[in-house]
């Protein structure tokens, strides 16, 4: 009897834990509906809007100097005031000179005006020495006898070098000033930024023509450590796109001139556009061909009574250290 | 005696005035129980987001504000900010959760000593932002240890030629380019409507005081801990509330000594840069910090390629905390 009992209360206990189990499991999806959250929106995150659109890296250097050109010459590349390059830097316009029947000599020390005889143009990368007095007349004599001379710059950059007594930074100069200045021409030191119009990131700045020069075929072409140029009574070839900064300047408003020509010499404000992997980007290459054609239809004419002989300087051939 | 006693025992038993006596002990004891019970109308909780934010952070904070959204009793949150970044993904994560509360109920920050960065990113979606005039915020922008340029199937073989660093360099800054532009929308798609800055001159990346802050609207007003904790019970409309400080577990790490300084997290210490890039960075690293937080005897070997860092000086690449540059 009593154990009838108990069975009766031990179901009442069954039953009474099913229920207050159920509820305590049915009641969150009852009430789930008026607490479940709303799926979060992210109108930010719209790739359209967030993903740059990438600059094509597409094109190769194709040369078309003026037909009235000689076939064949001479560029000679400074590597006597501690420039700055390597042979991925000047490859792409290597390869142009001598697919047009030129060939390439490095200028390393001795009599400047002795290594630059004969030849059609002279090329001057990102110095990190200035020009003394005598070298300065020296390519003044080789311009001022239809040489032509190109000029790259680069703004102030800071290089971090790691030695044995640790790391250390140091101001890297395109000492250009003698130089230029004597062509009335400067680069300056800051570098230029465009957050809008930029290859990826804000110091990779777009520039354009501007419609004056030989660079009509451009659109735009990309610079990765761009510096202002100027040259008094100059011809701008090419600006930096619409708010472009100067860094340290709050102007935001300056398209800045990153290529300049004045009679036979040339002036750029970047030697990065160039080089192996960022020639082909945008227009570049067109660049890089209008330097090739600007330095083949360069025609030096030795004055009369220059010696020809004369063997003080020193050119070396390639390669590239 | 011992009778006189008992009748007097027997007589307090049966007086009433004892009962009411302990009736009235025992009520005053749980009055205060009871008023609060009775008077609260909400809770305002206090989230901490204290040190570099990593994923241990992220999760913390995430819990906690959570915690705060399913608890019917809590109505605002105060996020209490003293934290110059860290992790990208662990400040997206943060950003998100803080939108997610914002939808479900006030939240009012107050700044301590520092929401710069990723902490920035977190707080943006806040509805108001308190910070004290020596506070710093901004810096919106990301940094990133740039990969190093490996020829592939020299040392390691690959069966792609991306594989080792995963593009070039040019590729890398458009994948920064693309963290730092959904940094910047997401602020100005939370404060949009307050910013006096242009998204270019957001996207300097620059640090402001507080009061430089209230000027240009990345913050809304001068103020601690107590004026958000009022903003925010006003804001949930509350007369009488609770105030519940949250308390994350483990140990807020710091890169800033201004920051461990102010912080009055329980458990802090301080961390070189080499937590968050390690010491031989071998690939990308995405972070929200100011570049000034790495410490400069250790971050002067490390690359780093900036977004939207260009207002101090910064620039692309290699970088030092100083803000200096070299190639691109």
Redesign the interface.
Same mark, same amino acid.
């Given at each position: 009897m009593w154990r009838r009992e108990l069975a009766k209360r031990l179901v009442v206990l069954v039953l009474t834990v099913t229920v207050v189990v159920a509820v305590a499991a049915g009641g969150p999806l009852l009430l789930g509906d008026e607490?479940e959250? $709303?799926t979060?929106q992210? *109108?930010?995150?719209e790739p359209d $809007?967030?993903?740059?659109e *990438?600059v094509a890296?597409t094109g190769t250097v194709d040369a078309n100097p003026d037909p009235a050109a000689d076939d064949t010459g001479t560029v000679v590349i400074d590597r006597g005031h501690a420039n700055r390059f390597t042979r991925a830097d000047i490859e792409p316009l290597v390869d142009a000179l001598v697919r047009e029947g030129y060939s390439v000599e490095f200028y390393t020390d001795g009599n400047l005006a002795a290594a630059l005889e004969g030849a059609d143009a002279f090329l001057v990368i990102d110095p990190g020495a200035e020009y003394l007095p005598g070298d300065v007349d020296d390519v003044r004599q080789f311009t001022g006898n239809g040489g032509r001379l190109v000029m790259i710059g680069e703004p102030d950059?800071?290089?971090?070098s790691?030695g044995l007594l640790?790391?250390s930074?140091q101001t890297?100069e395109s000492r250009l000033t003698t130089l230029a200045s004597g062509y009335r021409m400067s680069v300056d030191t800051e570098?230029l930024?465009n957050?809008?119009n930029a290859?990826?990131?804000?110091?990779?700045v777009l520039v354009r023509p501007t419609g004056e020069g030989g660079l009509d075929s451009v659109e735009r072409t990309t610079m990765?450590?761009a510096a202002a140029v100027s040259a008094r009574n100059g011809t701008v070839l090419l600006r930096s796109a619409p708010?472009t900064?100067k860094?340290?300047s709050d102007e935001?408003t300056g398209e800045y001139p990153v290529a300049v020509e004045r009679n036979n010499v040339l002036l750029l404000g970047d030697k990065?556009f160039m080089r192996g992997?960022?020639y082909r980007?945008a227009d570049n290459e067109r660049v890089v061909a209008y330097m090739a054609e600007f330095m083949i239809e360069g025609d030096y004419q030795a004055p009369p009574g220059v010696d020809d002989d004369a063997d003080n300087g020193t050119t070396t051939p390639m390669p590239v250290a | 005696m011992a009778s006189r006693i008992r009748a007097l025992l027997t007589r307090i038993a049966r007086s009433y005035v004892l009962f009411v006596v302990i009736g009235v002990v025992v009520g005053l004891v749980l009055a205060p129980v009871a008023w609060n019970a009775t008077s609260s109308e909400g809770t305002v909780a206090v989230v901490p987001v204290s040190g570099t934010i990593d994923g241990g952070t992220s999760a913390g904070v995430s819990a906690m504000l959570q915690q705060a959204?399913?608890d019917s009793d809590v109505e605002a949150v105060v996020l209490l900010v003293n934290s110059g970044g860290g992790g990208a993904a662990a400040s997206e994560e943060m950003y998100?959760q803080t939108?997610?509360t914002a939808?479900?109920m006030p939240v009012i920050t107050s700044v301590d000593a520092a929401a710069a960065s990723g902490a920035y990113y977190t707080i943006a979606p806040s509805d108001h932002i308190y910070a004290k005039p020596a506070s710093t915020v901004g810096s919106v922008g990301v940094l990133a240890t740039t990969p190093t340029a490996l020829e592939p199937t020299t040392v390691i073989s690959t069966t792609g030629p991306n594989k080792l660093t995963g593009g070039?360099d040019?590729?890398f800054?458009?994948i920064?380019?693309?963290l730092g532009?959904?940094f910047v929308?997401?602020v100005?798609?939370q404060r949009g409507d307050r910013l006096e800055l242009s998204r270019?001159e957001l996207?300097?990346a620059r640090i402001y005081s507080g009061t430089q802050a209230v000027q240009n609207g990345l913050v809304d007003s001068i103020g601690g801990r107590q004026a958000a904790v009022e903003h925010a019970a006003d804001e949930a409309g509350l007369d009488n509330y609770n105030v519940r400080v949250m308390r994350p577990d483990g140990t807020a790490r710091f890169l800033s000594r201004s920051n461990y300084i102010a912080s009055t997290a329980p458990n802090k210490t301080m961390v070189s840069a080499d937590y968050l890039y390690g010491e031989e960075p071998s690939g990308p690293v995405f972070l929200m910090v100011p570049a000034t937080y790495l410490d400069p005897s250790t971050n002067?070997?490390a690359d780093f390629?900036?977004?939207?860092t260009?207002g101090a000086?910064a620039?692309?690449?290699?970088r030092?905390p100083g803000g200096?540059?070299?190639?691109?």
């Open positions: 607490q959250p $709303a979060l992210n *109108p930010e995150y $809007a967030v993903v740059p *990438p890296a950059r800071t290089a971090i790691t640790g790391s930074v890297q570098y930024y957050q809008e290859d990826g990131t804000f110091k990779h990765y450590t708010n900064h860094s340290g935001v990065t992997d960022r980007v | 959204r399913s998100l939108k997610r939808q479900q070039d040019r590729e800054n458009y920064l380019e693309s532009n959904a929308g997401a100005f798609e270019t996207e300097q002067g070997t390629a900036g977004s939207g260009a000086g620039t692309t690449a290699r030092t200096t540059h070299v190639a691109a």
